[in-house]
């Protein structure tokens, strides 16, 4: 068989393959049950987000200092980044979007309409359509996230808008904010981390199926 041949008959594999599996693969560790490497990194996070450990990092407890390093580069994309509080909720909406991350959009949809981000440009996204009012901010903060996602690059039209606009490390920490989150999202899809009872999942685009 040529190696093209082969390619396509992994891809017609892989594109069939039926993603019905239980839900949770891991489930959230009692505490009552939990290693020292654990304890000590429940110590750490509780001392930084003045809270228990929730969602995304539940499942990556599993790996006790990842969990750690992961909230830690959370703790400065989410809060103190370049491009500022309301963007960095736009970019996290795109971005679960892309990755149809359920719980990350049931988190932070609220957060974002709370930071300024109009509902109409929110149910844009969670349609996977293209908001029309957003403001010049948004639309550059959004065209970026699109197309680091998509394409895997930026162009360097879209890329010289937002140096301009929030500096070198603006674009740094834009590309960030889209990796942390992707990497979030990996993580929960991947250990198909259930959506409160409260939730509503994304719509499921055919690739999604």
């Given at each position: 068989m040529k190696a093209y041949q082969?390619?396509?008959?992994?891809?017609?594999?892989?594109l069939n393959i039926n993603f019905s599996f239980a839900e949770n693969r891991l489930p959230t560790i009692n505490s009552d049950h939990y290693s020292q490497e654990q304890q000590e990194a429940q110590k750490i996070f509780e001392n930084a987000r003045k809270t228990k450990i929730f969602g995304p990092f539940e499942p990556l407890l599993y790996s006790p200092q990842l969990m750690n390093e992961a909230r830690s580069?959370?703790?400065?994309?989410?809060?103190h980044s370049a491009i500022g509080n309301t963007l960095s909720e736009l970019t996290i909406l795109v971005t679960s979007r892309f990755w149809t991350q359920d719980y990350e959009w049931y988190v932070h949809a609220p957060i974002a309409l709370k930071k300024g981000i109009s509902a109409s440009t929110i149910e844009a996204i969670r349609q996977g359509q293209i908001p029309t009012n957003m403001n010049t901010e948004e639309q550059l903060v959004y065209q970026?996230?699109?197309e680091l996602l998509n394409n895997k690059q930026v162009s360097n039209t879209t890329y010289s808008a937002i140096e301009?606009?929030?500096g070198k490390k603006g674009a740094v920490d834009l590309a960030g904010i889209v990796g942390y989150y992707s990497f979030l999202a990996l993580e929960m899809n991947m250990a198909q981390y259930p959506l409160p009872k409260d939730g509503v999942s994304l719509p499921r685009f055919p690739e999604n199926r």
């Amino acid at each position: 068989m040529k190696a093209y041949q082969r390619l396509i008959l992994f891809l017609f594999i892989s594109l069939n393959i039926n993603f019905s599996f239980a839900e949770n693969r891991l489930p959230t560790i009692n505490s009552d049950h939990y290693s020292q490497e654990q304890q000590e990194a429940q110590k750490i996070f509780e001392n930084a987000r003045k809270t228990k450990i929730f969602g995304p990092f539940e499942p990556l407890l599993y790996s006790p200092q990842l969990m750690n390093e992961a909230r830690s580069m959370g703790d400065y994309l989410r809060y103190h980044s370049a491009i500022g509080n309301t963007l960095s909720e736009l970019t996290i909406l795109v971005t679960s979007r892309f990755w149809t991350q359920d719980y990350e959009w049931y988190v932070h949809a609220p957060i974002a309409l709370k930071k300024g981000i109009s509902a109409s440009t929110i149910e844009a996204i969670r349609q996977g359509q293209i908001p029309t009012n957003m403001n010049t901010e948004e639309q550059l903060v959004y065209q970026f996230t699109v197309e680091l996602l998509n394409n895997k690059q930026v162009s360097n039209t879209t890329y010289s808008a937002i140096e301009k606009h929030f500096g070198k490390k603006g674009a740094v920490d834009l590309a960030g904010i889209v990796g942390y989150y992707s990497f979030l999202a990996l993580e929960m899809n991947m250990a198909q981390y259930p959506l409160p009872k409260d939730g509503v999942s994304l719509p499921r685009f055919p690739e999604n199926r």
